[in-house]
């Protein structure tokens, strides 16, 4: 079934999820001819999750002995969107990806809920990163990187309450959020060597303690050297809002795909969506994520 979306598109339903007509393109074909390595790493995200933050920080951690010199990172001059690749847009053109440059560990990144990822992901036996937001706030994020999208032709109906209202029906890009969320989550929790399990206000809270983690959960764990050398700090300032948003190509530039590299960057915080959603509206997104996450142990209130 097809819904009009608020993606200045329509939407489709496939598999329970929602997706653009760009994107279920590359999913389909993704599905059909992506071939996982063992080795591969995932980094699993809905919309507007914190994505560009944790390429940048997974993409510095796997790739720091390869580039030592901060000053001369390829995150200064290459979005992070550029160098780890959404794997299901890799397959939207009909001559398909060649990744035989990628140097293993392979990083990817998708939105594909778990029923979705391709048969070989599962045969494989690769590592997923999952990162969640609250959902308040990834709706706030996602409004209005959708509206920042919408061509000036399009900027029709987008309300806040019509969105909102969509968004707490289950139909919003890749949603319904909370089964995205919790297809990954009860994963991490039969397999958390398999599946790391992170929130974007926990990375927000204590990001050296999760670069730890993550760099143990990756096998990549930080040496006293490094550590005494303040290596983690380096990362964590490199990755920063303040620090990736004020870059050149970040103002200025464009994804090979048309999209401006600014509309993936806008405030970075944590709690904006109070200063969007009603008290009635926070209530209610907090009563339906409750009642769909209550029985499974996770709390993303
Ligand atoms: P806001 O719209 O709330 O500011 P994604 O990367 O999944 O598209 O998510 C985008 C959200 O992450 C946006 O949230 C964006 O501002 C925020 N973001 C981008 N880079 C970030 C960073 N380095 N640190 C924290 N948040 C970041």
Request: charged share 25%; aromatic share 12%.
């Amino acid at each position: 079934p097809a819904e009009k979306g608020w993606v200045a598109n329509y939407l489709h339903q496939y598999q329970g999820f929602w997706h653009t007509t760009r994107q279920l393109q590359g999913v389909l074909a993704c599905q059909k001819h992506f071939q996982a390595h063992h080795t591969d790493i995932l980094l699993v995200t809905t919309p507007k999750s914190g994505t560009t933050w944790l390429k940048a920080i997974m993409f510095a951690l796997m790739n720091r002995a390869r580039f030592p010199d901060p000053k001369q990172h390829p995150l200064l001059t290459n979005n992070p969107h550029v160098l780890v690749p959404f794997l299901e847009l890799e397959y939207i053109d009909t001559q398909f990806p060649d990744f035989t440059s990628f140097i293993s560990p392979r990083l990817f990144s998708t939105h594909l809920p778990f029923v979705s990822l391709p048969k070989s992901v599962e045969d494989s036996g690769c590592k997923f990163v999952y990162l969640c937001r609250n959902p308040k706030d990834t709706f706030v994020s996602l409004w209005h990187f959708t509206n920042k999208l919408r061509k000036p032709k399009e900027k029709v109906e987008n309300s806040l309450e019509e969105a909102f209202d969509k968004f707490c029906r289950g139909v919003s890009l890749c949603g319904p959020f909370w089964d995205h969320v919790l297809g990954y989550w009860k994963q991490s929790l039969e397999d958390p060597e398999r599946v790391l399990f992170l929130k974007y206000e926990d990375l927000k809270k204590k990001p050296k303690a999760l670069l730890r983690r993550l760099s143990e959960f990756l096998g990549c764990p930080f040496s006293q050297e490094e550590e005494n050398y303040g290596v983690t700090d380096e990362i964590l300032n490199l990755c920063s809002f303040d620090k990736l948003s004020n870059l050149e190509v970040n103002k200025t530039g464009k994804l090979p795909s048309g999209e401006e590299n600014c509309t993936f960057f806008r405030r970075g915080e944590v709690g904006d969506s109070m200063n969007y959603l009603t008290a009635d509206m926070l209530e209610k997104m907090d009563r339906i994520t409750e009642q769909k996450l209550k029985s499974c142990g996770l709390s993303l209130l």
